[in-house]
């Protein structure tokens, strides 16, 4: 059914089919129905704040409504009595009072119209700017696993394709609806009044309107879904295959990549399409219901005229109104798209806000008195899957300002234990504690600023230098931004680029060396000054000169720290008080790094090796 | 409105055309990709004109029904007028229905082109672009804005059409009715073009400045969510939102300054329509009364003249949309009109991979970024002969990862050249000269796909026995015993995988090409020492009969190598074997020598 079912297989398989979604995804008869009150609800939650707004909005639409209802009346009226005043008396003043009316009219109608674009749009923008961020800080805190599956393609496509499919529905639009409701209901009554039994014959195919209505929002709703979907796996892919072009124009990847983009594009569009072609049937069949409308009206009123049941004036005054009562609606099946856009973009964004938060922030957070950086691993279990079991349970206590090394093949758990302890992720069983304090009642504020890692990521924002160092202390002063690059080392090749500090990293910090993003992070994990400090692989871009450097460094930051140092070059770990090796999750030698050397165990071993490679 | 003004502006489009016509010509200039379709919109547009007429054939017959078969009392002849009605009514809701199917069908055809078209054209523009643009930026362009160009090739347009068609009949029955008032509507044109005008010259940028800015809004959500590890690890989560909020609000505000705009003359043009409504009705009630205009004309001409209302009003929103239209169509050309600067020369040479001998030589080799006057390397002179595995080393700084972004063309060096087997590189094809000359970075950058796709990024028909061998020379087997195997898909950026398991993937991908010339980043600085060497071993054998340059940052990494060059402040300062290199130079003794010493020391 897809054009990328002959490609499927690049996707390769993951951990669950729905590894990569959120509830919003599911399509299952309840889900659907759940989705649909879950995004009634958000909308609800985004108009609360500007209910007066909206109301006065809704008061300048019915204002307008009658002002333009004014327009046939006075006509009428001019034609029925201004002319034969003139005519017959002589008398100006009737067609007078109907010209200063008109002009009041066109004064009035600018008013609302004025008024209402410049006051919807206020409101529509503070709705969009408000679940823009509220959709920001949910993704902040959901956890790193999440985003591992969920991709910042997608969210990026929540931020922009979904938000853009809202703000379409909220700043379009609703005047025609309400507009036309308005005129749906006056109509009816009009119609009532005039002549009831006429009125029921013509109003028999409303039934048939509903059900087409009824027929469009059943079929559109998965159509609408799938094209939001498919437009979301466009946007990860293109968002991925940009941040990577290097490495696609290295490897001669284009042709690959543009099938593989093609086949998402081609998706999209069919995708996109359906709903719109569905919307085609829906707004030719509204059309042909108020042909028949027609049709109806003209047989049953032209017998009634016959039969001397009702006047002939009153049969073509409800012709008239026939079509008054279906152009508007005709318009807004045009809107119907939109709605339907708009509802399933909404849908997409109340699961992302529905999302379960795995590593959520305490409800009544502790307070670390006075900090140390002792750190206490209370039985800590830890997998990231059921049947791989990282961490069996690890007991290990780090008194505060002791600097330890963990060391270990691939898999051993190095790195997970780095990511407990900066609560990427919380312990399936166990406890894991600072200063006392099982980090779950830790409050965020509190556990980064006394905890921090730094990776082999290095992971440089947009913008200068300065400012991607200041991140470790929003609002340090130069001085201290430059004493923190000096420390580390990173101060020479920062003065030697043309703006110095103020350089522009570029995207990524594609500016900049591994090596040189390496030390920026370094600065900046400096000028944080944590309790802990965590150092996970921290200085593998490193070339010598600058590995010594901040091996130099290390010893003064690290001296009333507590510090875990993850390192396949020993000479960042022998800087530790002791060294930590681990297999499988379990401690399997424990001691200060020369004591292990002389101990002749596995660490004994790797330090050995160490020493051959450097020659 | 937009369809006589759309033609005119081929002349305009070589010679810099000022702002606001380019504007109008690059949405001109999307033509070429509606030419496939051309047939399709004939057809189209003939159909929308039809419908319009299907829709104003059915009141005169339900007219006659009244005047005939009703005031006649004949119910047989009404039944058949009804069957008209009926007829042309179910005619009416055919074509409305055929029209918005293929309408919708058209429109979406042509933007998944253009989209398809635009992405072909990123892939070739050149990394220096792509640091400078976010991505988000570039997201907007191929999502939103295609999104506004399409929806006014759909609806914009396509109302602008039917409407300018509306407003020129009902004027010429306007004029036939009663020349003097029609003047009088006509004139009312003259202000509605003015504040027309002006709407032109505010609302484009305003609507320009709204799109950029939701291009960062994108680009700082992406950010967010691709630094997230970096966020939460520093607790920088309120500051980023706090940024994201900055732009948000930015992005609001610009949005409520265009609809600003929009809503000081939108506003306007019902008035006026209303205000020139009334003078008719004024002045020719007072004709009626002296005689010189008959009520029934009269009725007719206010009874027209309503129906011009609509158009009217909804002129506003149609220009609107045309005028986002152009802006999009102008952000999209931004990108159409940057020529790559790294592409094949017209002559560009293909070398067979098997003749190649791989012997490179850097003739003076200059290069400085563009906006930088002080250049990274400056005057690289370097041979690596066939065969051999040449290294580098060199300080933070000094432009090893610039240099070896040369020989693929990844960045073309500012003076001197590149000699492949004596060919100036640049005077190779592209893609031929990057089959021969594969790059791999120390930044594994893998993609959310099987690892098989992975790995065989640039070999597409590498099979199986090619991929197991190279995962062997990389020490990258741990991939069997991943969920899957070869068929598991890594995350983003291979994020679940370890930094020493990421970089022996992108390793295992370079080796799988089998290029002529094997060009490393550090490919090694992830692994542990252990790794380390049984990488090396096995690297040993395809390094034999392959040219290698390779960045190195460790003694041990220095084993791999024949030959080491040392960069220094863009130049190469020495080249000789390692042993010789300790003892002939300190600044190489400094760069590589055991770091542990000097800790201690």
């Known amino acids: ?615 | 409105m937009g369809s006589e003004r759309l033609k005119t502006p081929e002349q305009s489009e070589t010679d810099a055309p000022p702002p606001r016509r380019s504007a109008l010509t690059n949405l001109w200039r999307i033509k070429k990709y509606l030419h496939p379709y051309r047939y399709r919109l004939a057809l189209l547009w003939s159909m929308v004109l039809l419908n319009i007429i299907s829709g104003l054939s059915i009141p005169p017959v339900v007219g006659a029904a009244i005047d005939g078969p009703i005031s006649d009392g004949d119910m047989r002849r009404l039944a058949v007028f009804a069957a008209v009605v009926a007829g042309l009514g179910a005619a009416d809701a055919l074509l409305n229905l055929t029209r918005r199917y293929m309408q919708t069908t058209t429109a979406m055809a042509i933007e998944a082109d253009i989209r398809a078209a635009l992405y072909e054209h990123l892939q070739r523009l050149h990394t220096g672009f792509h640091d400078r643009w976010q991505t988000g930026q570039l997201l907007a362009r191929v999502t939103a804005d295609l999104g506004m160009i399409r929806r006014f090739f759909a609806g914009g347009m396509i109302f602008a059409i039917s409407s300018t068609g509306m407003i020129t009949i009902i004027l010429g029955q306007l004029l036939f009715i009663e020349w003097r008032l029609a003047l009088v509507v006509a004139a009312s044109a003259i202000p509605l073009f003015l504040i027309g005008r002006g709407f032109f010259r505010n609302y484009l940028p305003a609507a320009r400045a709204e799109q950029d800015q939701s291009g960062e809004v994108a680009s700082a959500a992406e950010e967010a969510a691709l630094g997230i590890r970096a966020i939460k690890a520093l607790g920088r989560g309120p500051l980023m939102a706090a940024r994201f909020e900055a732009e948000a609000a930015e992005l609001r505000d610009r949005g409520v300054r265009k609809s600003l705009i929009a809503s000081r003359s939108w506003s306007a043009f019902g008035a006026i329509a209303s205000a020139a409504l009334g003078v008719v009705l004024v002045a020719g009630s007072v004709m009626v009364a002296n005689g010189s205009l008959s009520v029934g004309n009269l009725t007719a001409f206010i009874m027209l003249q309503l129906a011009l209302l609509w158009p009217i009003e909804a002129s506003g929103w149609v220009m609107a949309h045309g005028n986002e239209a152009m802006t999009a169509a102008d952000r999209v050309y931004d990108v159409f009109d940057t020529e790559p600067a790294i592409k094949d020369r017209p002559g560009a040479k293909v070398v067979d991979r098997a003749s190649v001998r791989g012997e490179l030589v850097f003739e003076g080799v200059r290069f400085g970024f563009e906006d930088d006057s002080r250049e990274v390397l400056r005057g690289v002179d370097l041979q690596v002969r066939p065969g051999e595995t040449l290294a580098i080393a060199g300080r933070t700084g000094s432009g090893k990862t610039t240099l070896v972004s040369l020989p693929s063309r990844l960045n073309d060096p500012t003076g001197g050249r590149i000699l492949l087997d004596g060919t100036d590189i640049r005077d190779l094809q592209l893609a031929n000269l990057r089959s021969v000359v594969t790059t791999a970075f120390e930044e594994a950058t893998l993609f959310s796909m099987s690892v098989r796709e992975n790995l065989a990024l640039g070999r597409p028909d590498a099979d199986e026995r090619d991929l197991l061998e190279a995962l062997r020379v990389a020490q990258a087997e741990f991939v069997h015993d991943l969920p899957y195997g070869l068929d598991t898909r890594i995350g983003e950026q291979g994020l679940s995988l370890s930094g020493g398991q990421r970089q022996r993937l992108a390793l295992a991908r370079a080796v799988v090409v089998k290029p002529a010339v094997l060009v490393l980043d550090d490919p090694l600085s992830a692994l542990d020492v252990h790794t380390e060497e049984l990488v090396e071993k096995a690297l040993e054998h395809v390094l034999k009969d392959t040219t290698a340059l390779i960045v190195v940052h460790r003694p041990s990494t220095v084993a791999l190598a024949d030959r080491v060059a040392l960069l220094h402040e863009g130049r190469i300062a020495a080249v000789g074997e390692h042993s010789e290199l300790m003892v002939s130079s300190p600044e190489y003794v400094d760069v590589l020598s055991a770091a542990s010493e000097e800790v201690s020391a």
């Open chain 1, 1 to 615: 059914m897809t054009a990328t079912d002959k490609h499927a297989s690049w996707r390769g398989r993951a951990e669950s089919a729905e590894a990569d979604r959120t509830s919003a995804e599911l399509d299952d008869a309840e889900s659907i129905k759940e989705l649909r009150t879950q995004s009634r609800r958000l909308l609800g939650s985004m108009m609360r704040p500007h209910k007066r707004a909206i109301g006065f909005l809704v008061g300048i639409l019915v204002v307008q409504n009658f002002v333009t209802m004014a327009t046939p009346i006075l006509v009428m009226y001019g034609i029925d009595h201004g002319i034969p005043a003139i005519s017959e008396r002589g008398d100006y003043s009737v067609i007078g009072w109907i010209g200063v009316s008109f002009a009041l009219v066109a004064i009035l109608e600018y008013l609302c119209v004025r008024l209402y674009i410049a006051q919807s749009a206020k409101v529509s923008a503070a709705m969009l700017f408000n679940l823009r961020n509220r959709v920001f800080k949910k993704f902040q805190r959901l956890s790193v696993s999440f985003h591992e599956r969920f991709t910042s393609g997608r969210v990026t496509a929540r931020q922009s394709s979904d938000m853009e499919a809202i703000r379409e529905m909220t700043e379009n639009g609703v005047d025609d609806l309400v507009l036309a409701a308005l005129n749906v209901v006056t109509i009816t009554v009009v119609m009532l009044v005039i002549d009831a039994r006429l009125a029921a014959v013509s109003l028999l195919t409303f039934p048939l309107m509903l059900l087409l209505g009824r027929w469009f929002n059943r079929v559109s709703t998965l159509a609408y879904r799938r094209a939001r979907e498919t437009v979301a796996l466009l946007i990860v892919y293109f968002v991925e295959s940009m941040g990577g072009v290097r490495a696609v124009q290295a490897y001669r990847r284009e042709e690959r990549d543009r099938e593989l983009f093609a086949g998402l594009n081609t998706d999209n569009r069919f995708a996109q399409a359906a709903g719109h072609q569905q919307n085609a049937f829906m707004s030719g069949g509204m059309r042909g219901i108020g042909h028949l409308a027609t049709v109806v009206v003209l047989l049953f009123g032209g017998w009634q005229v016959m039969q001397g049941n009702t006047e002939l004036g009153v049969l073509a005054a409800f012709l008239l109104y026939m079509k008054r009562f279906f152009d508007p609606l005709n318009e807004l099946v045009q809107f119907y798209n939109v709605l339907q856009s708009a509802t399933s973009a909404l849908e997409k964004i109340s699961g992302v806000l529905d999302e379960e938060i795995e590593v959520a922030e305490p409800e009544s957070p502790r307070r670390i008195e006075r900090p140390r950086g002792e750190l206490h691993f209370d039985g800590v279990r830890f997998q990231y899957r059921e049947d791989q079991v990282v961490l069996p349970g690890l007991d290990l206590l780090v008194p505060g300002g002791q600097t330890i090394a963990l060391v270990g093949s691939t898999g051993a758990g190095k790195t997970t234990i780095a990511k407990l302890v900066s609560r990427f992720y919380d312990p399936k069983a166990g406890a894991l504690r600072l200063d006392g304090v099982d980090l779950r009642e830790l409050s965020e504020a509190d556990l980064r600023s006394g905890v921090v890692m730094i990776t082999q990521e290095n992971f440089l924002f947009n913008g200068t230098i300065a400012e991607n160092i200041e991140l470790g202390r929003p609002g340090a002063s130069r001085e201290r931004v430059v004493e923190a690059a000096k420390v580390v080392g990173a101060h020479e090749f920062i003065e030697a680029l043309p703006e110095g500090y103020d350089t522009h990293v570029r995207k990524r910090g594609g500016r900049l060396s591994a090596g040189q993003r390496q030390l920026v992070v370094f600065a900046r994990a400096f000028l944080a000054d944590p309790k802990v400090l965590i150092l996970d692989e921290a200085t593998s871009s490193l070339d010598i000169p600058s590995e010594r450097l901040v091996q130099r460094a290390l010893r003064t930051i690290l001296a009333d720290r507590t510090a875990i140092i993850i390192a396949h070059r020993l000479s960042t770990v022998e800087i530790a008080d002791r060294v930590l090796v681990l297999e499988h999750g379990r401690i399997i030698e424990d001691g200060h790094p020369n004591d292990l050397i002389d101990h002749g165990g596995e660490y004994a071993t790797l330090h050995r090796q160490w020493e051959d490679s450097l020659v």
